[in-house]
């Protein structure tokens, strides 16, 4: 495939991926189940094959974050407990593999600059977890362990820039909204159109930002600081 066929093939699967989130978004919004449940499958699987297009070489933590989503889309569609926890698995992996990618690029290469996003996400993350925790039951490790994973994604995306930073944002205020239904807080107007929306943009904008990233090399050692004489 040439250059020029790349870029057209991922125009192509960007509009295809477009078109899909506005049928799963309007689904949800006018209560089509059927449309709702056949378009969300493919949602991930059309943002990794456009990724895959858009880049020379496409990271490959990066395709394998999407896939997991994928799974985890469609794992979440099954509705039983056991399917419920298989497709927060898939979730945490693809957290994983975004962390270890942006860490590889250098998000805690500064760790001065590092340190306001742990500390503004640490403290959401210890408020939500403590806030949810008597309405999760048995639920209550798992959410609190993926959340940590999730959060991870939220502080090493800060240290890239404005456009991913906003996809961890999205990302953990999407699925913090799930965690806030699981616990059995009151059920927001739209929630649902809300969570599907801000997870969308948050993918598309975390995947954007690693196809923009430059191949990784190894990380810059920080300079050090003055000595002070011992006396």
């Not at 056949?38 to 394998?64: E, F, G």
């Amino acid at each position: 495939m040439t250059g020029g066929q790349r870029r057209t093939a991922a125009r192509v699967l960007l509009a295809a991926f477009a078109v899909a989130g506005a049928v799963h978004l309007v689904a949800l919004a006018v209560g089509l189940p059927v449309a709702e449940h056949a378009s969300k499958p493919a949602l991930m699987l059309l943002l990794a094959a456009y990724a895959a297009t858009a880049a020379d070489r496409v990271p490959r933590l990066l395709a394998a974050a999407l896939l997991f989503g994928a799974a985890g889309d469609s794992l979440l569609e099954f509705g039983a407990d056991t399917a419920f926890l298989a497709g927060m698995g898939c979730f945490a992996a693809g957290h994983v593999c975004y962390v270890t990618l942006f860490t590889r690029h250098g998000a805690f290469a500064d760790l001065r600059r590092a340190a306001a996003p742990i500390a503004v996400y640490g403290v959401l993350w210890a408020v939500l977890v403590g806030c949810l925790w008597p309405g999760l039951g048995g639920l209550r490790i798992p959410v609190a362990a993926y959340s940590l994973l999730l959060t991870g994604t939220a502080v090493s995306s800060a240290g890239l820039g404005v456009r991913a930073g906003a996809g961890g944002a999205l990302f953990l205020f999407s699925d913090g909204l799930i965690a806030a239904d699981l616990a059995d807080w009151p059920h927001l107007p739209g929630q649902d159109l809300w969570v599907m929306a801000t997870y969308l943009a948050a993918q598309y904008l975390l995947t954007s930002a690693a196809l923009r990233l430059p191949p990784a090399g190894p990380l810059p050692v920080p300079s050090p600081g003055p000595r002070t004489a011992v006396i």
